[in-house]
């Protein structure tokens, strides 16, 4: 069998996207040995195995690559042989295996940002299973989802360069961050209602409400009562209050200025959008 090591950087975006998992699933289906890590903007790996897994590595890292993810270069280098190679460190303390290692600054790397992501629908079936640990926790993610580009600080991308650094992983999601069958192997933006943020509701007067509950029914009993709730999202505010109500609706576009200018209107799902419009 001949062995061979290589180093390959990957630019694009391909951090906050599932890369270094995606990564490492792979270089261990394929019995690789290895590393792989972030950059300033791109991902490094190094692999050394079988050369016609090596080459499988290589191919599809690029094809199988997560969702979110887009390559926009692959760069392979070919490296002598850890054992031949007295300089070969990098690889030393993982032989035997592939590891996620530490985040590196490097310079001159394009840098791109993962935009932020639409809850997926794993995350949304979970959002809403009684028996999930998740059930309700309003800031659900995994690989596949979540905010990116708005709660990013610096590159490389680690949680500890986003707005979650605060929020410290419990045992539970902690056994999912380091576990490489979970969707959420090595996921930055993870938490849940006991680890990570909750929603809080503040009132007219300016008396805050904590508790994701709480706050959530503090909005309801608002919009019943013909108030707008302004909604902190990802991207910014959005105002909301009771499409049926034309006092409310009078009242919001009176605030934005919006006298004739369609608005968005929320429904449940595509049933109820067709009972109000044709589709
Ligand atoms: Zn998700
Ligand atoms: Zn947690």
Known sequence: MTVVRVRVVVDGVVQGVGFRPHAHRLATELGLDGFVGNGSGSVFAEVEGAEDAVAQFLERLELDAPPLARVTGLHAERLPPSSADASASSLQGTRGGFAIVASQADRGAQR???????????????????????????????????????????????????????????????????????RRFHAETISCSDCGPQLSFEDASGVVLTGSDRAIAACQAVIRDGGIVAVKGLGGYHLVCDARDDDALARLRRAKHRPHKPVAVMVRDVDDARSLAEL
Do not use: K, Q
């Open 112 to 182: 791109f940002v993962a935009p932020d992501a639409a809850v997926c629908p794993r995350c949304l079936a979970e959002l809403f299973d009684p028996g999930n640990r998740r059930y309700r926790h309003p800031f659900i993610s995994c690989s596949d989802c979540g905010p990116r580009f708005t709660i990013v600080r610096s590159l490389p991308y680690d949680r500890a360069t986003t707005s979650m650094a605060g929020f410290e992983l419990c045992a539970a999601c902690r056994v999912e961050y380091g576990d490489p069958r979970d």
